[in-house]
């Protein structure tokens, strides 16, 4: 078990936009991140209730926790991801969301997930449900060199908030209740 240490009355409550200028980019740049509270983790090897969100349970909102993850494409030179983990899979619910910064830019892309117990075509929906982040290349490119490699970094790696609590429509995330 990983346990942080940070000052009190720290709570890791970021912004859709913070996630992905402060935390996500940085991360895919190999730069330094501000804290060191995301974790990296190969997130379709777990179902849902078998993330290890009990790090976060001190600096987060109850039952949410940040990972890294890298994406997984199901063919090799195709769009469509693998999210698929042992006893289920991540079904996408509804288009992307852009991001945007102060400026009106858009800065990334925020995608709802919800998990289904079971194969594809006969899943049972849960209330468990995870955000995806994806960087937009054009939005930094003019920051930094862009180069065929970094692109194909930022198409590959997400931020992932997996919220396991339920709250109500109001809050910035929903999350789940078991």
Known sequence: MIIMHLP??????????QLIRYYLLPRIMGEQLPCSIIKDIELYKYDPDQLPVDTFKNCCRDDEAYFFANIERRYPKGKVHRRTTLSGYWKNSGGEKLVHDEKNEVVGYKTTLVFYWGKTSSG????????????????????????????????????????????????RKQSIEY
């Open 124 to 171: 049972t929906k849960t209330r468990w449900i995870m955000y995806e982040y994806r960087v937009n290349p054009q939005a930094f490119a003019a920051t930094s060199p862009m180069d065929e490699g970094l692109r194909a970094r930022m198409e590959s790696y997400n931020s992932v908030p997996a919220d396991t609590k339920f709250h109500s429509q109001e809050f």
């Open 8 to 17: 009190r009355g720290y709570r890791f409550i970021p912004t859709d936009f």
